[in-house]
């Protein structure tokens, strides 16, 4: 069996917040318009084109960019199928 404890077991309460810590850099949630996003997602379709070199250019990530291609890449296919 398991020996005896010489002392009792203690517990300590944690409490969790949930704010950024004290000089973390504030995150901004911005807004493109759909003709930024329609012109970035254009531009990046382009032959040749470099999705991260247009991402990098805007200061956006290059998932976004992907994003909205593909955004743009349903609305095609369903306006083609609902014409």
């Keep these: 069996m398991f ?5 009792p077991k ?3 309460m944690i409490e969790a917040v949930a704010e950024p810590f004290e000089g ?3 995150r901004v949630h911005r807004r ?3 003709t ?3 012109e970035i997602a254009a531009e990046s379709l382009l032959p040749g ?3 991260s070199a247009i991402a990098r250019r805007v200061g956006i990530d290059n998932s ?3 994003q909205w291609r593909h955004k743009i890449k349903i609305n095609f296919v369903d306006r083609l199928w609902n014409a």
């Design 3 to 7: 020996p005896a404890m010489s002392s």
């Design 10 to 12: 203690t517990f300590h």
């Design 24 to 26: 973390a850099p504030s």
């Design 32 to 34: 493109w318009s759909a």
């Design 36 to 38: 930024f996003k329609a």
């Design 49 to 51: 084109a470099n999705v």
């Design 64 to 66: 976004q960019v992907y």
